[in-house]
């Protein structure tokens, strides 16, 4: 005889659950709102971006929920303005990952939000083949300040290369995604309510279209016998990272 059971009678399958690791952090980072910038220039997607993101890591591979920081408009709303996607919130994150981190664990970075360039600095040990820096845009970034030669409140990638530097350095190992432009070649497809995550460094960021045109022109000069620099064509290189090893970096 065989006994059949209808589903409701049958016993639940155990899944089983393993504990959380206490050897993984993240750092999830999305910026939709911009306070210096008008509201045709917000963006959405890296809102759910983040959400996502940290549903996988729990769900998935095993991250602790004290484990995973979030800077986002709704993470400040909820929690405080330390968790707004600012330049200051977001460096201070970068800094407590490389104090924290100890040999063999692991990190996942995730930054989501508009990109752009910029003239680079003429004395930058590790000059660009273009001249032009590449940028990512925190949520108080603000305009071309001539006098300092950077806009303001933008992450420059010398200075992002140095931040995961710090954290390689304690023997940890870095998966971080950009999904910004100009830190490769991702634009986000789809219908007209989807941004392409840039922002032009002449008409939103108000950098002299001159200064542009001077950097790229020093560039060219310097490196003109220089035959390695010029690989490449046209696309802008992207963000520049450690030689070390321990990571991966998904643009």
Same mark, same amino acid.
């Given at each position: 005889?065989?006994? #059949?059971?209808?589903?409701?009678?049958?016993? %639940?399958?155990?899944?089983?659950?393993?504990? @959380?690791?206490?050897?993984?952090?993240?750092? #999830?980072?999305?910026?939709?709102?911009?306070?210096?910038? @008008?509201?045709? =220039?917000?963006?959405?997607? @890296? %809102?759910?971006?983040? #959400? $996502?993101?940290?549903?996988?890591?729990?769900?998935?591979?095993?991250?602790? @929920?004290?484990?995973?920081?979030? #800077?986002?408009?709704?993470?400040?709303?909820?929690?405080?303005?330390?968790?707004?996607?600012?330049?200051? !919130?977001?460096? +201070?994150?970068?800094?407590?990952? %490389?104090?924290?981190?100890?040999?063999?664990?692991?990190?996942?970075?995730? &930054?989501?939000?508009?990109?752009?360039?910029?003239?680079?600095?003429?004395?930058?040990?590790?000059?660009?083949?273009?001249?032009?820096?590449?940028?990512?845009?925190?949520?108080?970034?603000?305009?071309? !300040?001539?006098?300092?030669?950077?806009?303001?409140?933008?992450?420059?990638?010398?200075? &992002?290369?140095?931040?995961?530097?710090?954290?390689?350095?304690?023997?940890?190992?870095?998966?971080?995604?950009?999904?910004?432009?100009?830190?490769?070649?991702?634009?986000?497809?789809?219908?007209?309510?989807? =941004?392409?995550?840039? $922002?032009?460094?002449?008409?939103?960021?108000?950098?002299?279209?001159?200064?542009?045109?001077?950097?790229?022109?020093?560039? %060219?000069?310097?490196?003109?016998? !220089?035959?390695? +620099?010029?690989?490449?064509?046209? &696309?802008?290189?992207?963000?520049?990272?450690?030689?070390?090893?321990?990571?991966?970096?998904?643009?």
């Amino acid at each position: 005889a065989v006994l #059949l059971l209808s589903p409701a009678a049958r016993p %639940a399958q155990v899944v089983r659950q393993d504990p @959380p690791r206490t050897d993984r952090h993240a750092l #999830l980072i999305g910026v939709t709102f911009y306070e210096n910038l @008008p509201k045709a =220039k917000h963006l959405a997607g @890296p %809102a759910n971006d983040v #959400l $996502l993101v940290r549903n996988l890591l729990l769900e998935k591979f095993q991250f602790s @929920p004290d484990q995973i920081i979030v #800077l986002s408009e709704q993470a400040g709303t909820q929690r405080g303005r330390d968790f707004y996607p600012t330049r200051a !919130n977001i460096e +201070r994150e970068f800094k407590r990952l %490389a104090r924290i981190a100890r040999p063999g664990e692991q990190v996942v970075i995730h &930054m989501s939000g508009h990109g752009s360039q910029q003239p680079e600095d003429k004395r930058s040990p590790d000059p660009e083949p273009d001249g032009l820096d590449e940028i990512f845009l925190p949520r108080d970034v603000g305009s071309w !300040n001539a006098s300092k030669g950077t806009v303001a409140n933008a992450i420059i990638d010398d200075e &992002m290369g140095a931040w995961l530097k710090a954290i390689r350095d304690k023997k940890s190992s870095v998966w971080i995604t950009f999904d910004s432009c100009h830190s490769g070649t991702m634009i986000r497809g789809g219908d007209d309510s989807e =941004k392409a995550r840039d $922002l032009d460094p002449v008409n939103d960021l108000g950098i002299p279209r001159q200064a542009i045109k001077d950097a790229e022109a020093f560039a %060219a000069k310097r490196d003109a016998n !220089n035959p390695e +620099r010029s690989r490449g064509g046209d &696309m802008p290189p992207a963000f520049k990272l450690a030689k070390e090893g321990g990571i991966v970096a998904i643009y």
